[in-house]
Antibody, heavy 123, light 113 residues
Framework: QVHLQESGPGLVKPSQTLSLTCTIS??????????WSWIRQHPGKGLEWIGY???????YYNPSLKSLVTISIDTSKSQFSLQLSSVTAADTAVYYC???????????????WGQGTLVTVSS | DIVMTQSPDSLAVSLGERATINCNSS????????????LAWYQQKPGQPPRLLIY???TRESGVPDRFSGSGSETDFTLTISSLQPEDVAVYYC?????????FGGGTKVEIK
């Protein structure tokens, strides 16, 4: 049973870079066939998919955030990370990491989720 | 983008009664080559991450009670809870994975009447 756990600062100042890490246990980011995503949820709102990374480093970002987002992977540590630059109060949200199986270049549904971590953007 | 629209925004159902949630996609999410609808349903309880309930529009995830069922094709989908239980109080989301970016519906809040 794969387990995902987000970690990182809970408070980020405006204009700075938000950095989060997702650590996988009970599985590995090194195996093909799985895609690793970041998803966020603004307080009291719905779900927004940020982007994914594949084990070989291929990425895809939601065009709504593309210019601000970087997702990277460290297979040696079974981790993948999110960087969101130039944050504003509008980036205050719970950030989830999640896993999808998939085929070719298309991930499928999100079958495993981390517990989520609240990141507040405030001075 | 394929926009997902859910209805209603919320509904209150008596215990043991049926709850029906609708999800409409702005474009078809049916892939004819494998005869699959690229549509999933999730349940989110307060303070918890979403939980996968249904994928391929109608396939129940392992461990999900059989009172949950998914139906529909192309652009119109339904999640049905056949006999509402107290533990089913949650927000339910649909999501398409037919084309990137993967968008979720706005959510439907299910409460006990």
């Amino acid at each position: 049973q794969v387990h995902l756990q987000e970690s990182g600062p809970g408070l980020v100042k405006p204009s700075q870079t938000l950095s989060l890490t997702c650590t996988i246990s009970g599985g590995s980011v090194s195996y093909g066939g799985y895609y690793w995503s970041w998803i966020r949820q603004h307080p009291g709102k719905g779900l927004e998919w940020i982007g994914y990374i594949y084990y070989n480093g291929d990425t895809y970002y939601n065009p709504s955030l593309k210019s601000l987002v970087t997702i990277s992977i460290d297979t040696s540590k079974s981790q993948f990370s999110l960087q969101l630059s130039s944050v504003t109060a509008a980036d205050t949200a719970v950030y989830y990491c999640a896993r999808s199986s998939g085929a070719g270049t298309l991930p499928y549904y999100f079958d495993s989720w981390g517990q989520g971590t609240l990141v507040t953007v405030s001075s | 983008d394929i926009v997902m629209t859910q209805s209603p925004d919320s509904l209150a159902v008596s215990l043991g009664e049926r709850a029906t949630i609708n999800c409409n996609s702005s474009q078809s999410v049916f892939y004819s080559s494998n005869i699959q609808n690229y549509l999933a349903w999730y349940q989110q309880k307060p303070g918890q991450p979403p939980r996968l309930l249904i994928y391929w529009a109608s396939t129940r995830e392992s461990g999900v009670p059989d009172r949950f069922s998914g139906s529909g094709s192309e652009t119109d989908f339904t999640l049905t809870i056949s006999s509402l239980q107290p533990e089913d109080v949650a927000v339910y989301y649909c999501q398409q994975y037919y084309r990137k970016p993967f968008l979720f519906g706005g959510g439907t809040k299910v409460e006990i009447k």
